[in-house]
């Protein structure tokens, strides 16, 4: 399933919805109504409830179309997206795919040897924000504003001491985080001002649940400024793959349902080019991952 957040109106309630295809949202809400099913109404209450509300959404989806009401199904056209969920909290991976220790190091004074263990940071939820919201730029505190396209881990159940090879049953599904980054914010080494600003954790456009996903492993990323590619790459580069980042994490840290792990971004920064690039109020980044979608956001003036 490919499950979304959205309202009908700039403030109206936040639904939960299943895209069924490219064109189309199904409320999940109306389906349950008719089908007098209870499902919670948004997506952490979904996933918290496990697998008996993921089949009964599938069920209800797998019910013939002619007969869902016509209230539940909106063009995506008709309905604006929204960050899926609002996760408890957010773990960022620095440093996680091999070109992209080499930029750093070369730009922003890291280590140059691989890291031989995950590096770990965090960001607020108050950073979230979804597809097509402003990404805020102010000039005041940054000169350096950066962008990092990432898959998005979406935990789905409570774990902790887990090992690799039971990792993977305790993931929800996959979305994409855009790691947006203030360079000149690093205070003594620290990154979570430089990360954590509102606005700096661009999340969705979906939550893609784990059995449609092949292979999280082999999918391709890549983000563009202004219809520019600036990174693009495979998370089969990852140094540290998925299995192995929540088996960490989890060592010492529980990890609970909705909280959402950013895997790590390839080459391709505004930091590592040559000379660097930042973003500016007016551009416009787009994020895609395969099997999940694009995620855009603009960049306006916030002072």
């Known amino acids: 399933m490919r499950l979304v957040t959205y309202t009908l109106t700039d403030d109206g309630p936040h639904l939960l919805g299943a895209q069924t295809d490219d064109e189309h949202i199904v409320d999940l809400a109306a389906l349950a109504e008719r089908a007098d099913v209870q499902l919670p109404l ?83 939820a108050t950073a979230v924000t979804g597809p097509g919201q ?30 690799e090879e039971e990792a993977y049953d305790h993931i929800f599904g996959y979305s994409i985080v855009n790691d947006i980054s203030a360079r000149d914010q690093r205070r003594s080494g620290q990154w979570f001002f430089s990360k954590g600003q509102d606005s700096y954790a661009p999340f969705g456009p979906a939550v893609v649940t784990a059995d449609a996903i092949a292979d999280p492993m082999a999918l391709d990323l890549s983000l563009r400024v202004n219809g520019v590619t600036k990174q693009k790459s495979n998370t089969r580069h990852m140094l540290f793959p998925v299995a192995r980042l929540i088996a960490d994490i989890s060592s010492g840290m529980t990890l609970e349902p909705g909280d959402v792990i950013a895997t790590g971004s390839p080459s391709g920064v505004g930091a590592g080019m040559v000379p660097p690039e930042f973003l500016r109020p007016g551009d416009t980044v787009e994020a895609t991952v395969e099997g999940i979608g694009a995620l855009t956001n603009p960049v306006i003036d916030a002072r």
Request: net charge neutral; proline share 9%; hydrophobic share 40%.
């Open 134 to 163: 402003p990404i805020l730029h102010n000039a005041d505190l940054t000169d350096q504003l950066d962008w990092e396209c990432e898959l998005a881990v979406v935990m789905g159940r409570t774990a902790f001491r887990v090992s």
């Open 42 to 124: 948004d997506l952490l209450s979904f996933i918290r409830a496990g697998a008996p509300a993921r089949q009964a959404a599938q069920r209800l989806l797998a019910d013939d179309p002619a007969g869902w009401p016509a209230r539940a199904v909106r063009r995506i056209t008709e309905v604006s997206l929204r960050a899926p969920l609002r996760p408890g909290k957010i773990i960022g991976v620095g440093l996680n795919y091999v070109e992209h220790v080499a930029e750093s190091n070369r730009s922003l004074d890291t280590d140059k040897e691989l890291p031989p263990r995950p590096v770990l940071f965090s960001k607020p």
